[in-house]
């Protein structure tokens, strides 16, 4: 189960922290995620972070956006700087597993975040 928490207004140039607990005592081990989905857009993909730390992100945020991930507290994060208004989505966190070949999503409950021009 997921719950992500930190959505909020903010205007252009700020920022907000969003945060995702995970429960369950393998939440190390498991590849987490952000995405994003605007009014009248499909999901899209954030920023994604490994077990072991190593992270990626979307073109449209790199630079601005971080992940990051606290394996004792099953948490991870999404610090957003200089936030834009395009950035206006609600904002989902994701994992997954592998159910005999097949992808199985977790999602978490969304988390709205507006960016005022």
């Known amino acids: 189960q997921l719950q992500a928490s930190g959505g909020g207004l903010v205007q252009a140039g700020g920022s907000l922290r969003l945060s995702c607990a995970a429960s369950?005592?393998?939440?190390?081990?498991?590849?987490m995620g952000w995405y994003r989905q605007a009014p009248g857009e499909q999901r899209e993909l954030v920023a994604t972070i490994s077990s072991s730390g190593s992270a990626n992100y979307a073109g449209s945020v790199k630079g601005r956006f971080t992940i990051s991930r606290d394996n004792a507290k099953n948490t991870v994060y999404l610090q957003m700087n200089s936030l834009k208004p395009v950035d206006t989505a609600v904002y989902y966190c994701?994992?997954?597993?592998?159910?005999?070949?097949?992808?199985?999503?977790?999602w978490g409950q969304g988390t709205l975040v507006t960016v005022s021009s």
């Open positions: 994701n994992t997954f597993v592998y159910l005999l070949g097949k992808r199985i999503d977790y």
């Open positions: 369950g005592s393998t939440f190390s081990f498991y590849f």
